[in-house]
């Protein structure tokens, strides 16, 4: 068995290739909305927003590679069946529902409407959004080595891009950074957790963890022990860095936060960069945001395509590749702010669930193999994310939510956490009594 150690260099090459991998542009648009609202607290926002976005796909990565090599291993301590179904549905939340249409909306808001009059209207972005997947689409036929290329120098063209926004308003400030608003006064570190969830890259670490582990794999490591580890290492930095990223714009976005209302991070940033560098930071901006979306967005159409072709042979890559664009594409002229708004909810209810299994799936070996401890956990973080997710929404949750108010932490949309805690002890409790029901018949 190889031990190879690998020294710094690598390890900061495989921090690179983990930072780039999961920061994307529609990253770009929450920390500046995160800032406006938390204001003076935009600090504890961020912090909170990194720990769920950064936090959660390294402890993502880490429990895929722990459980085997893939997703479906993770899905498989509950059984055979979940697992496609965690498996289905975790492709189609980065997929169609969520991720995939957002790059086409995001290129729109930044890319294109900047440069509109105020007449532009829906079918300005029906054309938009038509060529955006219509590339996608055709690209995606025969990825090749050119997208790869292109992400790889977009990462930096991106992060030189944030970096002189944020020197450029510490020199130059766009406004005085106000008063927090709403929930960024009283909670803004969970909130900052809640709105980390946005950024869906918990959900991504589980589908392209192979990737990562290949990564290491690549560079002699093949222990174990070491490829766990050296995983979690080169997640730390990446983490650092994704801090630092979501900090600079949370900072850019504070600035506006005494200023007018804003719709979407988007709107913010765009808003932003016009003041402080003119229409010139606004074209190069757009441009590299543009490029970037349509690199994630081939990226998610072939991965999701793969995916189900392989689950579903009888139907072909090219016949789910034309649904999935034709099907984003149309989720994308929804808006922006419209996604953002149906998306929180739904995510707020999945988040726990799959965060609950991926926690417990560092604590096999204490649990075991038997799905019963996994299983309730993830029953009861489920039913605590679906009020918890009514909430978000806005909707009244009538009787029970007097109920609710003895659930610890459910106002700080930590809610399941008990739960889960108390589903998995119940469920310990099930497989004993069934394991000794077992020994006795």
């Known amino acids: 068995m190889n031990n190879k150690k690998l020294g710094a260099g690598k390890i900061i090459s495989l921090s690179l290739m983990l930072f780039a991998m999961f920061f994307g542009a529609g990253n770009m648009i929450f920390p500046p909305m995160l800032g406006h609202l938390g204001g003076e607290n935009f600090v504890q926002g961020t912090l909170g927003f990194v720990a769920a976005d950064a936090g959660l796909s390294i402890l993502g990565v880490a429990a895929i590679v722990m459980a085997g090599t893939k997703l479906d291993d993770l899905g498989r301590l509950i059984g055979p069946k979940f697992s496609v179904f965690l498996g289905a549905l975790i492709y189609l939340l980065i997929g169609?529902?969520?991720?995939?249409?957002?790059?086409?909306t995001v290129s729109y808001e930044m890319a294109a409407l900047p440069f509109l009059n105020e007449h532009a209207g829906f079918l300005t972005s029906v054309v938009f959004t038509a060529l955006f997947f219509g590339i996608t689409y055709v690209l995606s036929l025969n990825p090749t080595k050119l997208v790869d290329i292109v992400g790889k120098i977009l990462t930096p063209v991106l992060l030189i891009s944030i970096a002189v926004i944020f020197v450029v308003s510490v020199i130059n400030p766009v406004g005085e950074i106000g008063a927090p608003k709403g929930e960024y006064e009283t909670i803004p570190f969970f909130k900052g957790i809640v709105e980390g969830y946005l950024a869906l890259d918990g959900f991504a670490a589980l589908a392209f963890a192979i990737v990562v582990i290949n990564a290491v794999k690549d560079l002699g490591v093949s222990e174990p022990g070491r490829i766990v580890n050296y995983t979690l290492i080169s997640g730390v930095f990446a983490g650092i860095g994704l801090g630092v990223v979501y900090m600079a714009l949370g900072y850019v976005g504070a600035q506006t936060s005494a200023g007018g209302a804003f719709e979407n991070g988007g709107q913010i940033l765009n808003f932003a960069v016009h003041e402080l560098l003119g229409n010139g930071g606004n074209f190069v901006l757009g441009l590299a945001v543009l490029l970037a979306c349509l690199t994630t967005s081939i990226g998610l159409a072939t991965s999701f395509s793969d995916y189900f072709h392989e689950l579903m042979p009888k139907y072909s890559y090219k016949k789910i590749l034309t649904v999935v664009c034709l099907f984003s594409f149309a989720?994308?002229?929804?808006?922006?702010?419209?996604?953002?708004?149906?998306?929180?909810?739904?995510?707020?209810?999945?988040?726990?669930?799959?965060?609950?299994?991926?926690?417990?799936?560092?604590?096999?070996?204490?649990?075991?193999?038997?799905?019963?401890?996994?299983?309730?956990?993830?029953?009861?973080?489920?039913?605590?994310?679906?009020?918890?997710?009514?909430?978000?929404?806005?909707?009244?949750?009538?009787?029970?939510?007097?109920?609710?108010?003895?659930?610890?932490?459910?106002?700080?949309?930590?809610?399941?956490?008990?739960?889960?805690?108390?589903?998995?002890?119940?469920?310990?409790?099930v497989k004993t009594f069934r394991g000794e029901k077992k020994r006795a018949g």
Do not use: H, Q
Not at 96 to 104: C, I, N, Y
């Open 96 to 104: 169609p529902l969520f991720a995939l249409p957002r790059t086409g």
């Open 331 to 429: 989720v994308s002229n929804i808006g922006l702010t419209t996604m953002i708004k149906f998306t929180l909810p739904a995510l707020v209810m999945v988040y726990p669930p799959v965060i609950t299994l991926v926690l417990l799936s560092f604590l096999k070996k204490f649990l075991g193999t038997r799905p019963e401890p996994y299983a309730f956990a993830m029953l009861f973080a489920f039913v605590i994310g679906i009020f918890d997710g009514l909430k978000n929404a806005g909707i009244s949750m009538g009787g029970f939510e007097g109920i609710l108010e003895y659930v610890p932490f459910f106002e700080l949309g930590m809610g399941w956490v008990v739960p889960a805690v108390a589903g998995c002890i119940l469920g310990l409790i």
